[in-house]
């Protein structure tokens, strides 16, 4: 990025150049952009929030339903609004809420079926990919590595993800530790009478994973300093 008064280099989104101390033009627009686009977020999550707790307390006489909404709505804040509204630490922060606000829905349905499969599925199922998830994020925070090899171990972790999910829920529906070895057969072969998909994503990652490797041997100096 280059100063528009001096044509010094500066770091990239500057909102003032540290060379002439000026600030930039743009700026404003750009910010006003984003008051406009959280108020029309916070108005549609608001009005959503509002008619269902009217709704609610309308035809139950009482709050039930509404919480998941309220999650709900909660963590598409936090994907949509979140972000913008962090100074530092914006992936890490975001993602927590989000994580914290699934379990917390998945506890409020389980609450309002009265159900007992919170902590016999529900947690454990989610677990599994929320902790791959975070095995991408914390790929993607660690300074210095390349960014190549930063998608290539990504990609990877898409790959496994892909093949090993469902026979991860296998295993917690089923509770046998020979199901997910039956599940994850599955994945690489005839299925009845179709095949399943999950093997042709993981070669399509796997490919990815090659192709980073090869560029980050090619390119070993990209993106280090982001």
Known sequence: MVCEYCNREIPEGSVFCYACGRKLSGHEHRHTGLKIYHGIMLALYGIA???????????GHTLSWFF???????MGFCITNLPFM???????????????????????????SHGHWLLRYAYPIVTYPVLLVWMMILVAKIRGLNVFYKLAVISLICAIAAVTISSWVSVILYGS???FGYYFLTQFGPRGHSYTG??????????CFIIGLILGMVFPNKGRRS
Not at 50 to 55: A, D, E, P, R
Not at 90 to 112: G, H, I, Q
Not at 198 to 207: E, G, Q, R, S
């Open 49 to 59: 929030l509002l008619t269902c707790f009217i709704c609610n307390l309308a035809v």
């Open 68 to 74: 998941i909404v309220l999650c709900s709505i909660g």
């Open 86 to 112: 962090l100074k530092k630490h914006r992936l890490v922060l975001s993602a927590a809420s989000v994580t914290v606000l699934l379990y917390l829905l998945l506890f409020v349905c389980n609450a309002y």
């Open 177 to 179: 530790p020979r199901s």
């Open 198 to 207: 999950n093997a042709f994503v993981a070669i399509f990652f796997l490919a």
